[in-house]
């Protein structure tokens, strides 16, 4: 059983002016079930027509999520539908009853992925049929396809030949990347090749109309996954066999504007090398580690028609060298002599790193997660080769993770002797979430026995959450699309969370939220490793039911668990645990705007690592400087200083630049007026 225990890019015209007035809303508590969402799933697409092949899913920020799904509605032409469901379990009333579009064109078209694009809608992306083309739609958060956008997707990869296995990266300021593979220099000579758009379907200047090729070497390269950069480029990752090897994995970093980063060879950088002629790997993906870098997880399989694929990670510089602590080969997350076969790389979303997969340690193989610090090591309750997500019998297929935002993770996989789904809450230090059952909850009680559900997909719903689609086969003379929503107390309400952590080398701030306000007294507590808990204070209370403590009793480079109690109904009550390390010196960071969109002046928090000259400044969208201010002179440590003082600052974007010692960090902020 489980226990319960740089810079920013030389700016070339103002082309990211339709990006101004970017909105944002409050989010509902994730904390308490919501009525509205069925007990089965909330039926997405039930129509004749809808096809089982991996339905994608996006959160919308605000608690709800975006499904994208192929369907069928003639019987001969294969196309894609988008639907939103919103945070109260109810289909979006602006939107077409049986979802939008994303696409009628002729043939058919497969859908490959589906990103948020920050506004409460989504991009979508496909290859096309019989030429084998790249495709993307923008559909906004009315349902309604975004102007500029043709109403049956635009051409992103139309090069001779196939374009395929396209991925998506949203740019963080309403615009998205587009990577895929592409045969245009000859059959089976696949290259990748990326492209960059702005929210209106018009391409960042400086990136060529066909895409931009990222590698081109000899041979193969295949499956590109992206992840940001943190700077406003990306990092573009594929398997290779330029080099008569199998497997190799190289990656590039291209620039918002379409450039390769200085010091990137034209043809990408060698992150690892091959195993030999039958080794092969398939990256499964890349993820910020918010310095600048990013963490890359793969599978490896060691022969022809060997079952002993493996699970690995390594976490890269912005310069694309191996972070210190990272063996050269990658950490083995599971290298057990049976097959692991890895399915999902998410953000802890606290600066580390999750990874899912199917594990046949044991006979029938379960699902196992391992979550890594930056450092390189298993955070604290994390076992070597991972923990078990369910004491469930039975095989558990394709597990797919997504962050709970406080270092835990939501995993849903499919169960296979009853063909059905669970799905579980792991807190950060790697055991059941309170009020979660050892082997996770059936994402559908079926009363007959009969039903079947598969593919599935989980994504944040933004506001500590998760929400998972998949295939139903309930009705059997047709494929269906359902969606559910989880929170954070699973099948028992959870009052108090912890929304917020902020450690640095001399205090650590918490913040947890009480939706409900009911909470009139609560005291923090804190453990080291392999010590019992021990009250530290009072939190304190501002009025809009958040509890706030900061503990200045720390040590840099020690392991702290930190919760919250409070008594409910004459009996203790407890939030759940989580586990912070305390950094042993300070980062150089920037969080950005406080509150982002803002209103007037703008509050900046960041920190700087030394006492050397820095500079903080504020730029328009064509890169001109606003205001700048020399900030070294407050020396190591966190600040929040603001920006514009005189109160004339116009509504629009601008962008937040932080400069110390040749290092730049970058930031989006939003004045609304």
Same mark, same amino acid.
Request: net charge negative.
């Given at each position: ?51 089982? +092949? ?62 948020? =694009? ?23 958060? $009315? ?27 949203? =740019? ?94 034209? =043809? ?12 092969? +790997? ?77 594990? $046949?340690? @044991?006979? #029938? ?11 390189? !090591? ?69 009363? @007959? ?43 028992? #309400? ?22 409900? +306000?009911?909470?009139?007294?609560? !005291? ?59 950094? +042993? ?73 932080? !400069? ?14």
């Amino acid at each position: 059983m489980l226990a319960h225990s740089r810079a920013l890019p030389a700016a070339r015209g103002a082309f990211l002016a339709l990006l101004i007035a970017i909105a944002s809303c409050l989010a509902p508590s994730p904390l308490r079930a919501q009525a509205q969402w069925a007990a089965n799933g909330v039926p997405v697409c039930v129509i004749p027509g809808c096809s089982g +092949r991996l339905p994608q899913v996006c959160g919308d920020g605000s608690g709800g999520a975006l499904v994208a799904w192929n369907r069928n509605p003639t019987q001969t032409d294969q196309n894609i539908y988008v639907h939103r469901v919103l945070s109260s379990g109810l289909l979006a009333p602006s939107w077409p009853p049986k979802g939008t579009p994303a696409t009628r064109a002729p043939a058919d078209q497969w859908l490959t992925d589906i990103v948020a =694009d920050g506004q409460g809608g989504a991009f979508v992306v496909w290859f096309d049929f019989p030429n084998y083309d790249v495709y993307a739609q923008h559909v906004l958060g $009315n349902g309604q396809i975004a102007p500029g956008w043709p109403v049956d997707g635009l051409p992103v990869g139309v090069a001779p030949r196939t374009q395929w296995e396209a991925r998506l990266l949203p =740019d963080g300021a309403g615009g998205v990347f587009v990577a895929w593979d592409d045969e245009r220099a000859g059959d089976f000579q696949e290259d990748v090749y990326v492209q960059h758009l702005m929210a209106d379907g018009s391409r960042v200047p400086g990136w060529p109309e066909n895409g931009l090729g990222v590698s081109t070497a000899p041979e193969r390269q295949i499956v590109p996954v992206l992840g940001s950069d943190g700077q406003g480029g990306c990092f573009v990752v594929w398997t290779d066999s330029r080099n008569g090897i199998g497997g190799e994995i190289f990656a590039q970093r291209v620039s918002w504007f379409g450039e390769i980063a200085a010091g990137w060879p034209p =043809d990408g950088k060698q992150i690892i090398s091959g195993y030999g002629v039958y080794a092969g +790997r398939h990256i499964w993906g890349v993820v910020p580690d918010e310095t600048g870098g990013a963490y890359i997880g793969w599978g490896v399989s060691h022969g022809p028609f060997a079952y002993d694929d493996d699970v690995f990670a390594i976490r890269i510089l912005e310069d694309g060298s191996t972070a210190p602590g990272w063996p050269a080969a990658g950490f083995p997350v599971c290298a057990l002599n049976n097959t692991q076969y890895l399915t999902s790389v998410v953000s802890d979303g606290v600066g580390g790193v999750l990874l899912a997969w199917y594990d $046949n340690r @044991t006979n #029938p193989g379960v699902a196992y997660v391992q979550r890594l610090r930056p450092d390189g !090591t298993p955070a604290p309750g994390w076992q070597q080769n991972g923990n078990r997500v369910s004491d469930l019998p039975g095989y558990h297929f394709a597990p797919r993770a997504s962050p709970d935002g406080q270092g835990g993770v939501y995993v849903a996989f499919q169960e296979a002797f009853y063909a059905t789904g669970h799905m579980q809450h792991m807190t950060g230090s790697g055991i059941l979430a309170p009020g979660w059952p050892s082997p996770g909850l059936p994402i559908v009680n079926d009363p @007959t026995g009969s039903w079947s559900q598969q593919d599935f997909q989980v994504t944040s719903d933004g506001v500590g959450g998760a929400v998972v689609t998949w295939d139903d086969a309930r009705n059997e003379t047709q494929n269906q699309i359902y969606a559910q929503r989880y929170f954070g107390g699973g099948p028992t #309400p959870v009052l108090v969370s912890l929304v917020s952590v902020e450690a640095l080398t001399d205090r650590v701030a918490l913040t947890w939220h009480d939706p409900s +306000r009911a909470v009139s007294e609560a !005291t923090v507590y804190r453990r080291r490793e392999g010590e019992d808990w021990a009250a530290l204070g009072r939190a304190s209370f501002d009025g809009t039911g958040r509890l706030r403590y900061e503990d200045r009793g720390v040590v840099p480079g020690e392991r702290l668990a930190y919760r919250l109690g409070w008594m409910e109904s004459g009996s203790d009550q407890f939030s759940a645990e989580t586990w912070i390390d305390v950094p +042993r010196s300070l980062a150089f960071a920037l969080e950005g705007a406080r509150p982002n969109p803002a209103v007037g002046p703008l509050s900046v928090a960041f920190t700087l690592p030394q006492a050397e000259a820095a500079t903080l400044e504020l730029l328009d969208v064509a890169g001109r400087q606003v205001v700048a201010r020399e900030v070294g002179g407050l020396g190591p440590g966190a600040h929040v200083i603001r920006l514009g003082e005189c109160g004339c600052t116009p509504p629009g974007m601008y962008w937040v630049r932080l !400069t110390q010692s040749g290092r730049s960090l970058l930031k989006r902020a939003v004045v609304v007026k």
